[in-house]
């Protein structure tokens, strides 16, 4: 009898505990997935075949033993800026071909407790500076979608991987909409949690005030069940917080009100198809017994700008560690300083390069009050406007992204039009806000309006997954 691949996480768990299927059976199965589509897709950096097995026979031990977590034996894929020890990680980049983890990642070690079985590493923007997966040094990755297509960027590899049903889930990181927008663009479910509800350790860091690891799935249940296994305070991220807060009775009331901000039709490059998909979104919240409510968000429009001055700064600092002296690639020069310039000549791709060179100009004496100064500012004013908004309402929405997914070399060589992806989802990252995109024009037959989906972004205030939850839950009629 052929294997037929569970729909998401709950319902392969309970396959598992009721014996229907093995985690190494279901374990085969993704493995001969990613065999068979792969090489179209390129999701997929490595493969780990053996290590997979060995983790899925594990985990059909602890089931038998009645000793399991909803992730025990559930096979998910990696994004290649998360360390797992033994394995290769390259954040997408030649700096860092063939260097191996000497250490866990928190999330990582967080999900071998839980029993959770590991595919692969998955393709991504190089040090995750793209919004496309273009921008890798291991070649573009496909949306499974529709193969003329970009996933999205720069956690595009993980997207795909989920798309493809090559795997459960995935984990990605989201520094500005890394996770959000492939979410979008591959018609699944993405959290980019609270800045610091997720350790950053074992994290390959690119903008260090800014990054968060988070899930994607094709279920926000699905996407709730990987987050509360990989959350929480460490010790070895000095930013990571607690998320243990008592939810009131007013804030847990039944109706909830839900901002629009009055910015978001007014948006130049917005498709109608986009805006009218959104503006049937807030009818549907509407009917779902949500009260709409339009808002202000004055400074969101200097969003884009700021993050494209402190993000490079953050960037070049962080980046300045991989020199050909400790780890990864090595060019031989004249002397040692040659040496640097040589490595860091071959090693970074152009789109790294122009950030580091940004970054480096944006921080250097005469220019730092100018610009990286004025930057942090405008993001502290952004904060406080967020603020302002959540004393009125319990979310905020807007379109994921300007449009569906667009076509793979359509707009790599123009980096404004790159950079501007960042739209919606950027000023979250900003205010370390949670947000998560789920499908918005996915109709009951899982097929999507035009044929290319789009994402709802849903923005709650700190530490309220529980509010994004619920939110996204009613919106997708998920039990």
């Given at each position: 009898?052929?294997?037929?691949?569970?729909?998401?996480?709950?319902?392969?768990?309970?396959?598992?505990?009721?014996?229907?299927?093995?985690?190494?059976?279901?374990?085969?199965?993704?493995?001969?997935?990613?065999?068979?589509?792969?090489k179209?897709?390129?999701?997929?950096?490595?493969?780990?075949?053996?290590?997979?097995?060995k983790?899925?026979?594990?985990?059909?031990?602890?089931?038998?033993?009645?000793?399991c977590?909803?992730?025990?034996?559930?096979?998910?894929?990696?994004?290649?800026?998360?360390?797992?020890?033994?394995?290769?990680?390259?954040?997408?980049?030649?700096?860092?071909?063939?260097?191996?983890?000497?250490?866990?990642?928190?999330?990582?070690?967080?999900?071998?407790?839980?029993?959770?079985?590991?595919?692969?590493?998955?393709?991504?923007?190089?040090?995750?500076?793209?919004?496309?997966?273009?921008?890798?040094?291991?070649?573009?990755?496909?949306?499974?979608?529709?193969?003329e297509?970009?996933?999205?960027?720069?956690?595009?590899?993980?997207a795909?991987?989920?798309?493809?049903?090559?795997?459960?889930?995935a984990?990605?990181?989201?520094?500005?909409?890394?996770i959000r927008?492939?979410?979008?663009?591959?018609?699944?479910?993405?959290?980019?949690?609270?800045?610091?509800?997720?350790?950053?350790?074992?994290?390959?860091?690119?903008?260090?005030?800014?990054?968060?690891?988070?899930?994607?799935?094709?279920?926000?249940?699905?996407?709730?069940?990987?987050?509360?296994?990989?959350?929480?305070?460490?010790e070895?991220d000095?930013?990571?917080i607690?998320?243990?807060?008592?939810?009131?009775?007013?804030?847990?009331?039944?109706?909830?009100?839900?901002?629009?901000?009055?910015?978001?039709?007014?948006?130049?490059?917005?498709?109608?198809?986009?805006?009218n998909?959104?503006?049937?979104?807030?009818?549907?919240?509407?009917?779902?017994?949500?009260?709409?409510?339009?808002?202000?968000?004055?400074?969101?429009?200097?969003?884009?700008p700021?993050?494209?001055?402190?993000?490079?700064?953050?960037?070049s600092?962080?980046?300045?560690?991989?020199?050909?002296?400790?780890?990864?690639?090595?060019e031989n020069?004249?002397?040692?300083?040659?040496?640097?310039?040589k490595?860091?000549?071959?090693?970074?791709?152009?789109?790294?390069?122009?950030?580091?060179?940004?970054?480096?100009?944006?921080?250097?004496?005469?220019?730092?009050?100018?610009?990286?100064?004025?930057?942090?500012?405008?993001?502290e004013?952004?904060?406080?406007?967020f603020?302002?908004?959540?004393?009125?309402?319990?979310?905020?929405?807007?379109?994921?992204?300007?449009?569906?997914?667009?076509?793979?070399?359509?707009?790599?060589?123009?980096?404004?039009?790159?950079?501007?992806?960042?739209?919606?989802?950027?000023?979250?990252?900003?205010a370390?806000?949670?947000?998560?995109?789920?499908?918005?024009?996915?109709?009951?037959?899982?097929?999507?309006?035009?044929?290319?989906?789009?994402?709802?972004?849903?923005?709650?205030?700190?530490?309220r997954?529980d509010?994004?939850?619920?939110?996204?839950?009613?919106?997708?009629?998920?039990?």
């Open positions: 009898m052929k294997f037929q691949m569970p729909k998401n996480i709950k319902e392969a768990h309970k396959h598992l505990i009721d014996g229907d299927f093995s985690s190494e059976e279901l374990t085969k199965e993704c493995l001969k997935i990613i065999k068979e589509k792969n179209n897709i390129n999701a997929y950096l490595e493969v780990f075949e053996k290590s997979a097995l983790q899925a026979d594990e985990a059909d031990k602890k089931i038998k033993e009645g000793n977590t909803e992730l025990t034996g559930i096979p998910l894929a990696i994004k290649d800026n998360i360390l797992i020890k033994g394995k290769k990680v390259s954040a997408g980049s030649k700096i860092l071909e063939g260097y191996t983890a000497t250490y866990d990642a928190t999330v990582i070690e967080k999900l071998k407790n839980a029993g959770a079985v590991f595919l692969g590493r998955t393709n991504m923007d190089e040090f995750a500076m793209g919004s496309s997966t273009e921008t890798s040094a291991f070649g573009v990755t496909r949306n499974p979608l529709d193969t297509r970009v996933p999205g960027g720069s956690s595009g590899g993980s795909s991987a989920v798309a493809m049903n090559s795997c459960l889930g984990l990605g990181s989201d520094t500005a909409g890394s927008q492939p979410s979008s663009f591959c018609g699944l479910v993405g959290l980019k949690p609270t800045y610091g509800s997720v350790s950053r350790n074992g994290l390959i860091a690119l903008g260090s005030s800014l990054d968060v690891i988070g899930p994607i799935a094709k279920t926000v249940s699905d996407v709730e069940i990987i987050f509360n296994i990989i959350k929480g305070k460490d070895l000095s930013t990571s607690s998320q243990n807060h008592k939810i009131s009775k007013s804030q847990n009331q039944e109706e909830k009100t839900i901002g629009v901000p009055s910015f978001v039709n007014e948006i130049d490059g917005l498709d109608n198809f986009t805006k998909n959104f503006n049937e979104s807030v009818k549907k919240l509407e009917k779902l017994g949500y009260k709409i409510k339009e808002i202000s968000l004055p400074n969101i429009k200097y969003a884009v700021a993050y494209y001055i402190f993000l490079p700064a953050e960037a600092a962080n980046l300045a560690r991989f020199d050909g002296v400790r780890y990864g690639l090595h020069g004249k002397n040692g300083i040659d040496d640097y310039f490595t860091r000549g071959a090693g970074f791709g152009k789109e790294v390069r122009r950030r580091i060179i940004i970054g480096t100009y944006v921080l250097s004496a005469g220019y730092y009050d100018a610009y990286y100064n004025k930057a942090q500012t405008v993001r004013l952004i904060k406080k406007d603020e302002e908004a959540f004393k009125e309402v319990d979310a905020i929405i807007t379109p994921t992204t300007t449009g569906p997914a667009f076509k793979i070399g359509e707009k790599i060589n123009d980096p404004i039009k790159m950079y501007l992806e960042d739209i919606f989802t950027g000023p979250a990252n900003h370390g806000l949670p947000a998560i995109s789920i499908p918005s024009n996915k109709k009951p037959d899982g097929n999507f309006e035009s044929g290319l989906p789009l994402g709802l972004q849903i923005i709650a205030s700190h530490t997954e509010v994004l939850f619920e939110i996204s839950k009613n919106f997708l009629g998920e039990k």
